[in-house]
């Protein structure tokens, strides 16, 4: 049952469209997917062969993909999954997708992991009680057909390149729940853990609030109050700078984008296109 304390749930409760994710690395970092039943997930995670995240020494440590890619290749399960929902794959070695978005089933997904589901719609008091981002949202979800539609739909046609901090993940994951989009191109995507690292750095280091007090209790509530604000006004559910575009829009902005990049300006190749999309 998922609270306040814990989004930690059971297999037997799982329905397709739900967010669902596992803790990584001693709880470091979360690995995000789309559950589409049948014990399988659709998730974006690095292509074989391909560098991606920061580019930095940080990705030995936040890179967030799944470990288990290649004790998946060798699984049955993930194979028949690969073989029905990406049939143009059959024949490729490395049996992942363009893109990095690809199909595994649940116990590689988990990586031996716990379960736990992603929630949607919940109120400001729980949203500000889960102290941890990247497990609840205030935005509320679209139905499950919308949503595994648009996880399938990428599973064939990619999500981008994968970029820790703009398109990782849990970005992926979000946009096939709600369908939303970050329009302006210098800010953090949809990411909750990248927004509560962020909340926390200024928090700590940005704020001339802190230098109002000088007791540790005094300075533990403005530094807490500061990361709480930040959390909330990053958050997809009420931040304004957000599109909800199609999925097929959205294919085809990200195509067009990977064939203009070198002539596109970095402003006009983050902005998705501003179609609203019926559900």
Request: hydrophobic share 40%; charged share 15%.
């Amino acid at each position: 049952m998922v609270g306040v304390l814990s989004n930690k749930v059971g297999r037997d409760e799982l329905k397709p469209g739900d967010h669902i994710y596992s803790w990584r690395s001693a709880y470091l970092y979360s690995h995000h997917g789309i559950y589409i039943g049948d014990e399988k997930v659709v998730h974006f995670t690095r292509a074989a062969g391909q560098e991606i995240g920061t580019g930095t020494v940080l990705d030995l440590i936040l890179f967030s993909s799944s470990p288990t890619t290649h004790a998946a290749n060798s699984c049955d399960r993930c194979t028949a999954a690969r073989d029905q929902h990406q049939p143009e794959l059959r024949n490729c070695s490395d049996g992942s997708a363009g893109g990095g978005v690809i199909i595994s089933c649940l116990d590689c997904f988990l990586d031996g992991g716990n379960l736990y589901l992603f929630t949607y719609n919940v109120s400001p008091a729980f949203f500000l009680a889960k102290a941890r981002g990247g497990t609840c949202t205030l935005a509320g979800s679209d139905v499950p057909d919308v949503v595994v539609h648009r996880a399938l739909f990428l599973l064939t046609r990619g999500f981008g390149a994968y970029c820790l901090f703009k398109n990782n993940c849990e970005d992926f994951a979000i946009y096939c729940k709600t369908g939303l989009l970050v329009e302006t191109a210098f800010s953090v995507g949809r990411s909750g853990q990248l927004t509560s690292i962020t909340a926390a750095i200024s928090a700590v280091a940005s704020s001339p609030l802190r230098f109002l007090t000088t007791s540790a209790g005094g300075l533990a509530i403005v530094t807490t109050s500061m990361y709480c604000m930040g959390r909330y006004i990053a958050d997809i559910g009420v931040r304004r700078d957000v599109l909800k575009v199609p999925v097929e829009r959205l294919v085809e902005h990200v195509h067009i984008s990977a064939q203009e990049a070198p002539s596109v300006p970095a402003s006009a190749a983050a902005s998705p296109l501003g179609t609203t999309e019926r559900s």
